[in-house]
């Protein structure tokens, strides 16, 4: 009887132990991409433009943050992830980044309730930090008419120097790349004028 007493008080003893260790583990750190401004209205808007959710490659598909260590290897960091999906993130600073760079033009999400809207889609193949101190994004993306047409596919692409160690300053230069991807397809929207002639 002793002897079962004494196991039973090195069981909670262990349970114990395995309980304080689980609760000194630190929890990740989250990050989200910095805000960008409010999201312009146009009072008499020349059109409409809904941006559909990005395409992420399977590997950005993930709650890690992504460090490409050489040419080859990829790193998805345990300690330090995203504190909400980043293909959400990027869809949402998109539209509000679009929407100041295209005044009159109404940005929408594409949630299929604006049939005359023209619709962005976008896939992101690189959306990570890399070994040489750059963050980098790069995909495609096209413009579709409203009964589906392709009006135009182009490439993107953007970097931006990390000013400091560490990863707040790569989330940071991430969403500085994504701002300069975001201008990019709002320039060769404006110089295609598809909103005018339609």
């Known amino acids: 009887m002793r002897l079962l007493h004494l196991k039973c008080l090195s069981l909670i003893g262990l349970c114990l132990a395995l309980a304080a260790c689980a609760s000194s583990v630190t929890p990740p750190a989250r990050y989200k991409l910095p805000e960008s401004q409010l999201v312009n209205t146009p009072s008499n808007p020349q059109g409409t433009l809904q ?8 590997y950005l598909d993930v709650d890690g943050i992504v460090m490409q260590l050489d040419d080859i290897t990829l790193n998805e960091a345990r300690e330090h992830q995203w504190a909400e999906s980043i293909g959400r993130q990027l869809a949402r600073n998109l539209r509000t980044q679009l929407s100041q760079a295209l005044p009159s033009i109404r ?5 299929g309730s604006q049939p005359q809207a023209l619709t962005l889609r976008l896939d992101v193949d690189q959306f990570q930090g890399r070994h040489d101190g750059m963050a ?3 995909g495609q993306w096209q413009l579709r008419g ?3 047409e392709l009006l135009v596919m182009e490439s993107f692409s953007a970097q931006t120097a990390l000013d400091n160690d560490g990863y707040p300053a790569l989330v940071r230069a991430l969403s500085a790349s994504w701002d300069k991807v975001a201008q990019q397809i709002a320039d060769q929207i404006s110089q295609g004028r598809y909103f005018i002639e339609r």
Do not use: T, Y
Not at 107 to 111: E, M, S, T
């Open 51 to 58: 941006v559909r959710a990005p395409r992420l490659a399977h």
């Open 107 to 111: 940005v929408v999400r594409d949630d």
């Open 136 to 138: 980098v994004a790069s």
């Open 146 to 148: 409203s009964d589906d």
